[in-house]
């Protein structure tokens, strides 16, 4: 026989609306990955700062420059478009626990943000082409794109950012799991 009382009402409403909170968190909610823009200024071979911030070292390697003397070497779009079934199942699974309530919206999109951007660093790190000019590896003393001092692929980060229910944001970068090569 079931017995309801008055504090099992109460304590199924009070579940209804932490689950109607995560639900709301996930569509309000969202994770940026890539090289953000606090990310700080890009440093020279000599590791002094060369005055260019270093999202947009990023941006002109990600897209090429636009008078064609660097050349494109995606790592974002391309490891999305490559990784896109595998963010899509993890995605999938978190939300499953999301609605079980095994697991918070903050800490799925978390989890997101740390796999993308554990991809993204990978395809950085393996020698995206075309090839080096000579010239290039002359000057690196290496003929691997996008790795010189390391500082574009340790740049690379996520943060989480959830909107409340009046718009403000609250974020948070996860930069507690950053490579330093």
């Not at 939300?95 to 989890?111: C, D, H, P, V």
């Amino acid at each position: 026989m079931l017995k309801l009382t008055a504090e099992t009402f109460i304590d199924l409403r009070e579940e209804e609306e932490e689950l109607m909170k995560q639900l709301e968190a996930i569509h309000n909610g969202y994770v940026e990955i890539g090289v953000l823009g606090d990310a700080g200024n890009a440093k020279d071979h000599e590791e002094k700062d060369s005055g260019v911030p270093l999202w947009k070292v990023a941006s002109v390697h990600e897209y090429g420059s636009e008078d064609g003397t660097i050349p494109q070497r995606s790592f974002i779009g391309s490891t999305m478009d490559e990784q896109d079934s595998k963010f899509n199942d993890t995605t999938n699974k978190l939300l499953e626990k999301i609605t079980n309530r095994e697991m918070k919206t903050k800490q799925a999109l978390g989890i997101i943000g740390a796999q993308i951007k554990a991809e993204i660093q990978k395809k950085i790190r393996s020698n995206i082409g075309p090839p080096l000019k000579q010239s290039t590896i002359d000057r690196k003393g290496s003929s691997v794109a996008l790795i010189d001092t390391s500082q574009l692929v340790n740049s690379i980060a996520y943060r989480v950012e959830l909107e409340n229910a009046e718009g403000h944001g609250q974020s948070r970068v996860g930069l507690e799991d950053v490579d330093h090569d």
